[in-house]
């Protein structure tokens, strides 16, 4: 199986920056798209950024101009560049990827990171 360890979450002011990350592991055997979710209290989780193996990229427009993705191929690795954070982006956010892995063949993967706590506030 494939595991998700996200990192980089924390408490920070208005304006300010934030970098998350996100390790895959396991018996990876090709990774597709990797993304960022994120969920508010009493809201349903939403998609905030993804990825493409070859690079191609989508965000929700909440967050365009000042949110970027991108990822390590080599590391297993994306990362969520957060730039002129505000109060609304408080959430947790959650990794996601899809892709292989290897086992008595290779099989598809779908999994999600435990978590990581973004709190904007003042």
């Known amino acids: 199986q494939v595991q998700l360890v996200e990192s980089g979450g924390g408490l920070v002011q208005p304006g300010g920056s934030l970098r998350l990350s996100c390790a895959a592991s396991g018996s990876i055997f090709s990774i597709n798209a990797m993304g960022w979710y994120r969920q508010a209290p009493g809201k349903q989780r939403e998609l905030v950024a993804a990825?493409?193996?070859?690079?191609?990229?989508n965000y929700a427009d909440s967050v365009k101009g000042r949110f970027t993705i991108s990822r390590d191929n080599a590391k297993n690795t994306v990362y969520l560049q957060m730039n002129s954070l505000k109060p609304e982006d408080t959430a947790v956010y959650y990794c996601?990827?899809?892709?292989?892995?290897?086992?008595?063949?290779?099989?598809?993967?779908?999994?999600w990171g435990q978590g990581t706590q973004v709190t904007v506030s003042s």
């Open positions: 996601n990827a899809d892709g292989t892995f290897l086992s008595d063949s290779i099989e598809p993967f779908g999994s």
């Open positions: 990825i493409t193996s070859g690079g191609s990229t």
